[in-house]
């Protein structure tokens, strides 16, 4: 038969090949067969992977033995799962609430263990917008909140004009883009808004778009940066480090011009206090974007850990990992390779102390 | 004496032979357009076409022209034939214009998606993509091994159980449960399975495994659990409706020859319709394979190889690509470049599944008179 | 004695034939089979109960809560909430079918009674084969080439044909509507329609084709009289395949089409009536407690949408007397 030839030679390249090996991957670090305190799972916001991606590959690097895997399922499925005890670290874009807090309410902790939430990643949310022929645009928050409310609906508005007075508007219409998803990124934007212009943008800050609002949902950051990069007319917010191909608006608040850059960025935690009543190694901040000088639309994200974990040896892990995303040489690589603002070496420190206090 | 003596019509006398209906003859006598005819009128169609686009929008528009031209054709032909060979030529050649217009028209969108996939996938496809994992690598280089054994491991194990259970129950609708209670609860309730949201058997197979084995639990076969469930409705539905289309003339002839039930189903119906039977489980396969969402939640995310699919989580390629799509890092252009190339493995496995597909069948089928 | 498998064994009661039959060691290997086939189709029926289940209890504190607790914690009341989804689903769904089908029988036909033997297989393959590219793909290759190609389509229709409801309202400026995610779904379920639609039309008895063409039909007539009767229940099925993937399809719509919560039949705005499935893609990440069952909950009603429609297409079905093979 023609066919037994083929199917015995189908059959031993199939058997060869049944079980994977990857070139980049020396034996015996697979993970798979390691005993369990060599792999590190985290689950978490999507803001910082690729900063994870890199965290992880400098850390892996420097301890072949070690496996971590992060997860970018969003901040809630990562908060719940360090909750449940699946996850050994959680991301998250904002830090646990107060009524989320609490000793012994966490699977992964001790009996009489809190959680401890640690700044790791900043990132500067700019506004993205192209529109043929203007290169750049300068809008105020009280502008922004009126354009993405949808109360100013034409590019050549008086409003828009008057801030940008060498600029050629063209008499279209604007399409302003928000996240269809729930995001971090939206609660910041929606937060810097109704800080700075609250008699505009009258609802609070929300991981979810306010409906009443309208505007044109994408999913996504890279489908908000697509959405704004292919239209015409378009305008948005995103993450300043996947701004590709689209222009940065600069926001004028009180006269002065700010541009979304890594220094400005940060300075937003250190003119902030920390929420009250809480631990005294728990960071969770509480920012105050009214600040002189510093640009308000800013992402902060928190790593989510134990005070005391059930098991030493996950406790080691927890603190070499953390302990290197924290540092200066973590915090810089970060920089180079997701675009996101190092801290500040005040917080830094904080954050080390904290880090140091893991059991 | 011929009885096809035109001259006797609702007109009067009528001149004989090579005119329509229309002008007085009858279909048997009815003339023929020329061959020639078509081309000369997708010819002219097309210089009318383009003209008018010209006028309309001011410049040479191919869109415009192809919509245009399409439509003059379709009239002149229909004028034509119905003139010369009779309204039922004419119903003819219309459905066949109609017909290949369809499919030139399927062809638009789908040579657009698959020449995207081939263009944008060719930049990365290169041995280090198919031997390097993305362990330890940001930004340039790595990999989708890892993610490409995730997909088979994930799939095949789907496979397995979706497709013994599926035709299974599809030789029990089609051969057993004629008009009972049960094979109508099971058709109508498999098709209602047909509509699960993707996301939605992601979080059945993800909350399953919370129940039996503990909370938060990601592994490979979870997402096979996820993927099973959307396919096996596929492969119900078209097993079934093959089986159904076997002559019974043929299980008639191997019952009064004494073979029980079983084995006819076994040695004769499932051979007689096993290209279609294939083309169904390949289809199932292919409708899974991609699946992005489900996968997500049920096999979790990782950058590392991993050969077993009942611990940690496993990398499969539809993930692969929507990760490297959508978290890209500070340059965007390698994750772009990997998540194409990835894709199109993913057409490429298919397509290697078809073709073994096809063998298996052409091994096991009867030869018949198509 | 009568012979075990004589036909004239009578209307007697299970007596000594019946008995001789029960313990024929052929019949054995039959029950066998008959279990385990059986034993399949239960067993979907169990699976399908768990996810029925699955969605039930997730989404039932969402159901239950009352409107105060739903409000504050959840999304909303959840009827108000769930409507404009549900529309949308079905909305873009029934935009995807009416596109797709014509479509797809027509290359179905042309595969399997137009085109040459030697084009007809290949074809039959590559069309196969677009079934496999995945959902990611279509979303990139919908919101990038797709949508941006679209535009200027969107701005005459808009401009020209704007008195007409569908076309009336602000265009969108990326060319992402629900007319956009509906080709994008056309072309999704094109190859799942067309493959079983080609298989059954290969399966239409050459006899009946001969004997319609010795009539003197032509092509079409013949197709029309003897393959298009025959395929009836095999398109149908197609059909509902089809449908079962427009309205389940996740990641393509959320990618592709900016939802939001309006009812509105106008197709080329930004505003457009969000998908089940896509709602539920993109909000469950972040959502927690409450706002998790809700999403749940809107699942179960796509759930009931889907059985809601198949037992319309089957009514519509039924309606008229089957033509089957098996018969």
């Known amino acids: 038969m023609k066919i037994k030839p083929i199917a015995a030679v189908l059959a031993t390249a199939t058997a060869f090949t049944l079980v994977g090996c990857a070139a980049n991957e020396a034996a015996g670090t697979g993970g798979t067969s390691s005993a369990a305190a060599q792999t590190l799972t985290g689950k978490g916001a999507s803001s910082m992977k690729a900063a994870q991606e890199k965290w992880v590959a400098d850390f892996q690097t420097a301890h072949t033995g070690i496996t971590v895997n992060y997860s970018p399922e969003g901040?809630?499925?990562?908060?719940?799962?360090?909750?449940?005890?699946?996850?050994?670290?959680?991301?998250?874009?904002?830090?646990?609430?107060?009524?989320?807090?609490?000793?012994?309410?966490?699977?992964?902790?001790?009996?009489?263990?809190?959680?401890?939430?640690?700044?790791?990643?900043?990132?500067?949310?700019?506004?993205?917008?192209?529109?043929?022929?203007?290169?750049?645009?300068?809008?105020?928050?009280?502008?922004?909140?009126?354009?993405?409310?949808?109360?100013?609906?034409?590019w050549n508005d008086p409003a828009i004009v008057a801030l940008n007075p060498n600029a050629k508007l063209p008499d279209s219409n604007i399409t302003a883009v928000h996240r269809a998803d729930g995001s971090g990124t939206t609660n910041n934007f929606t937060d810097t808004l109704h800080q700075l212009a609250p008699e505009v943008w009258t609802e609070s800050a929300a991981d979810d778009w306010p409906a009443a609002f309208g505007g044109e949902a994408a999913t996504g950051t890279s489908g908000v940066v697509s959405a704004v990069s292919g239209g015409q007319g378009t305008i948005g917010y995103a993450d300043a480090s996947a701004a590709k191909n689209v222009g940065i608006a600069s926001l004028a608040v009180n006269g002065k011009s700010l541009e979304p850059s890594a220094e400005a960025a940060a300075a937003v935690i250190d003119h902030s206090q920390t929420?009250?009543?809480?631990?005294?190694?728990?960071?969770?901040?509480?920012?105050?974007?009214?600040?002189?000088?510093?640009?308000?639309?800013?992402?902060?994200?928190?790593?989510?850990?134990?005070?005391?974990?059930?098991?030493a040896a996950t406790a080691k892990l927890v603190k070499d990992y953390i302990g290197y995303i924290a540092s200066a040489e973590g915090q810089q690589a970060a920089a180079t390779a997701a675009g996101s603002a190092p801290l500040s070496a005040a917080i830094q420190a904080k954050v080390k102390a904290a880090v140091d206090s893991i059991k | 004496m011929s009885t096809l003596n035109p001259s006797a019509g609702p007109l009067?006398?009528?001149?004989?032979?090579?005119?329509?209906?229309?002008?007085?003859?009858?279909?048997?006598?009815?003339?023929?357009?020329?061959?020639?005819?078509?081309?000369?009128?997708?010819?002219?169609?097309?210089?009318?076409g383009f003209a008018i686009s010209v006028l309309a929008t001011g410049a040479a528009n191919a869109g415009l022209t192809v919509l245009f031209g399409y439509v003059l054709f379709l009239l002149i032909m229909e004028v034509a034939s119905r003139v010369v060979e009779g309204p039922r030529q004419a119903s003819d050649r219309r459905a066949g214009n109609l017909i290949i217009g369809a499919f030139l028209l399927a062809l638009l969108p789908l040579g657009s998606v698959t020449w995207e996939a081939v263009s944008n996938g060719m930049a990365r496809f290169d041995p280090s993509f198919f031997?390097?994992?993305?362990?330890?690598v940001v930004g340039e280089g790595g990999g989708g091994v890892h993610a490409i054994y995730g997909t088979l491991y994930v799939t095949g194990m789907a496979s397995l159980i979706s497709v013994p259970i599926g035709l299974l129950t599809a030789i029990y609708l089609a051969e057993y449960g004629a008009g009972n209670r049960l094979a109508k609860l099971i058709t109508f309730f498999v098709d209602v399975m047909t509509g699960v949201p993707s996301i939605v058997a992601g979080l059945f197979a993800y909350s399953l495994m919370a129940l039996l084995v503990g909370p938060g639990a990601v592994f490979g076969f979870s997402g096979s659990v996820a993927l099973s469930v959307l396919m096996i409705p596929v492969v119900v539905r078209s097993c079934e409706e093959l089986l159904r289309l076997v002559p019974?003339?043929?299980?008639?002839?191997?019952?009064?020859?004494?073979?029980?039930?079983?084995v006819t189903i076994v040695r004769i119906v499932i051979p007689t319709a096993i290209s279609g039977l294939v083309s169904g489980v390949i289809l199932a396969i292919a409708r899974v394979i991609g699946e992005t969402a489900p996968l997500m939640i049920a096999a979790g995310f990782t950058a590392s190889l991993n050969n077993n699919l009942f611990a940690n989580p496993m990398m499969t390629l539809p993930v692969f690509v929507y990760d490297a799509y959508a978290h890209p890092g500070v340059e965007p252009a390698p994750y772009l470049e990997r998540a194409w190339t990835g894709a199109l493995t993913l057409i490429l496995i298919v397509m290697l599944l078809n073709l073994i597909g096809r063998l298996i069948a052409a091994r096991f089928a009867p030869k018949t008179g198509r | 004695?009568?012979?075990?498998?004589?036909?004239?064994?009578?209307?007697?009661?299970?007596?000594?034939?019946?008995?001789?039959?029960?313990?024929?060691?052929?019949?054995?290997?039959?029950?066998?089979?008959?279990?385990?086939?059986?034993?399949?189709?239960?067993?979907?029926?169990?699976?399908?109960a768990l996810v029925a289940g699955f969605l039930l209890i997730?989404?039932?504190?969402?159901?239950?809560?009352?409107?105060?607790?739903?409000?504050s914690q959840g999304y909303g009341e959840f009827a108000s909430w769930v409507l404009p989804y549900a529309f949308g689903t079905v909305w873009a769904a029934v935009l995807a079918l009416a596109m797709a089908v014509p479509v797809a029988i027509g290359i179905a036909l042309f595969i399997s009674h137009f085109a040459p033997r030697r084009i007809a297989q290949p074809l039959g393959y590559l069309i196969d084969l677009l079934a496999?590219?995945?959902?990611?793909?279509?979303?990139?290759?919908?919101?990038?080439?797709?949508?941006?190609?679209?535009?200027?389509?969107?701005?005459?229709?808009?401009?020209?044909?704007?008195?007409?409801?569908?076309?009336?309202?602000?265009?969108?400026?990326?060319?992402?509507?629900?007319?956009?995610?509906?080709?994008?779904?056309?072309?999704?379920?094109?190859?799942?329609?067309?493959?079983l639609c080609r298989e059954v039309f290969l399966q239409t008895p050459r006899l009946h084709e001969e004997a319609a063409l010795a009539l003197g039909a032509t092509r079409w007539e013949m197709i029309k009289m003897a393959v298009l009767p025959f395929a009836r229940p095999g398109i149908i099925a197609a059909v509902m395949l089809g449908l079962g993937r427009a309205l389940g399809e996740t990641m393509a719509v959320s990618m592709v089409m900016s939802g939001g919560r309006n009812i509105t039949f106008e197709v080329l705005t930004s505003q457009n009536p969000n998908t089940i499935a896509a709602t539920i893609a993109q909000n469950f990440a972040e959502a927690y407690g409450l706002k998790t069952n809700q999403l749940i909950a809107a699942g179960l009603v796509l759930f009931l949408i889907t059985l809601a429609v198949n037992m319309l297409a089957r009514w519509i079905v039924s309606r008229r007397a089957e033509y089957s093979g098996a018969n």
């Open chain 1, 75 to 154: 901040s809630s499925a990562g908060r719940s799962a360090f909750t449940a005890g699946a996850v050994q670290f959680a991301g998250s874009d904002r830090p646990l609430k107060d009524e989320e807090m609490g000793a012994g309410k966490f699977a992964t902790c001790a009996a009489d263990s809190n959680a401890l939430n640690l700044p790791v990643y900043v990132s500067p949310i700019a506004i993205i917008f192209k529109l043929d022929g203007i290169d750049k645009l300068s809008l105020d928050p009280a502008t922004a909140a009126k354009i993405f409310a949808g109360q100013i609906t034409k």
């Open chain 3, 132 to 195: 496999a590219v995945p959902s990611v793909v279509f979303g990139l290759w919908g919101s990038t080439l797709l949508a941006r190609a679209l535009i200027p389509l969107y701005g005459w229709l808009n401009a020209n044909l704007g008195f007409i409801p569908f076309f009336a309202g602000i265009t969108s400026g990326t060319g992402r509507t629900i007319l956009t995610a509906a080709i994008v779904l056309a072309t999704m379920v094109l190859p799942i329609i067309t493959s």
């Open chain 2, 248 to 262: 019974n003339e043929l299980r008639e002839a191997a019952y009064a020859l004494g073979v029980p039930k079983w």
């Open chain 3, 58 to 71: 997730q989404g039932a504190p969402a159901l239950f809560a009352d409107p105060d607790r739903l409000a």
């Open chain 3, 1 to 48: 004695m009568t012979h075990p498998l004589s036909t004239d064994s009578g209307p007697g009661p299970a007596g000594a034939p019946e008995a001789a039959l029960a313990a024929d060691p052929k019949r054995f290997g039959d029950r066998v089979f008959r279990g385990f086939a059986t034993g399949a189709g239960v067993l979907i029926l169990v699976i399908l």
């Open chain 2, 12 to 48: 009067g006398a009528r001149p004989t032979g090579g005119t329509g209906p229309l002008l007085g003859g009858d279909t048997l006598t009815s003339g023929r357009l020329p061959k020639a005819t078509t081309w000369v009128a997708l010819v002219a169609s097309a210089i009318v």
């Open chain 1, 275 to 311: 929420v009250a009543g809480r631990g005294e190694h728990d960071l969770a901040y509480s920012l105050d974007r009214t600040s002189e000088g510093v640009y308000p639309a800013v992402l902060v994200s928190y790593a989510i850990v134990c005070e005391t974990y059930k098991d």
């Open chain 2, 131 to 136: 031997t390097n994992s993305m362990r330890n």
